[in-house]
């Protein structure tokens, strides 16, 4: 296993179609297991073969907060969605940067895993964005094509989303309080 390269914004591998995969060999499984490292080591929650210069469908996909429960996703395919939710959006290909993307809420995806056996997978909020996110990378796309405004640097972002927990502290705080009587 080792780190791969992550491409940037401006490399034309980004835009471009990945190929399906037809069968699983050991230099695909190696690649998986690059992808896993590599995602890991960028601090990412998922990473697209093409971000790693290889135009293959095959994307990994990791949200739990011990980075330990990875979804593998061949040839995915997204088959339902629901709902609705918005929300910033980064990507390992557009490091330091943000935007705010319009995604479902709920996303039902099929796809093989690692062993080419038929996979159903389902994914709400974070998993839901990061589903469609990657699998978007696979044909070509980036978020920046959908983003809602302009792109933010993501100390900013941080800035922001620190001030608005402090405001909501501060309200409940507020509303905590009893009331005096004179």
Do not use: W
């Not at 690649?31 to 994307?59: F, H, N, S, W």
């Not at 939710?85 to 705010?100: A, D, N, R």
């Not at 696979?138 to 640097?153: H, R």
């Amino acid at each position: 296993m080792a780190l791969r390269s992550i491409r940037k914004v401006g490399d034309p591998v980004l835009t471009k179609h990945s190929k399906e995969v037809r069968k699983m060999t050991p230099r695909l499984e190696e690649l998986i297991d690059d992808m896993l490292d590599t995602m890991y080591e960028a601090g990412g929650v998922g990473l697209a073969a093409p971000q790693v210069g290889i135009l293959k469908r095959i994307v990994v996909v990791d949200v739990s907060p011990e980075q330990d429960d990875p979804f593998i996703l061949v040839d995915p395919q997204i088959i339902e969605t629901s709902g609705e939710q918005t929300g910033y959006e980064g990507c390992l290909s557009l490091p330091g940067k943000s935007g705010v993307v319009k995604r479902p809420e709920y996303v039902k995806v099929s796809a093989f895993d690692r062993n080419m056996k038929e996979v159903e997978y389902e994914g709400q909020d974070l998993l839901a964005r990061a589903f469609c996110h990657e699998i978007d990378h696979l044909d070509g796309k980036m978020y920046t094509e959908m983003m809602e405004g302009d792109l933010i640097d993501n100390s900013e972002l941080a800035e922001m989303q620190e001030q608005a927990e402090r405001e909501a502290q501060e309200a409940q705080d507020n509303q905590e309080e009893e009331p005096r009587t004179i």
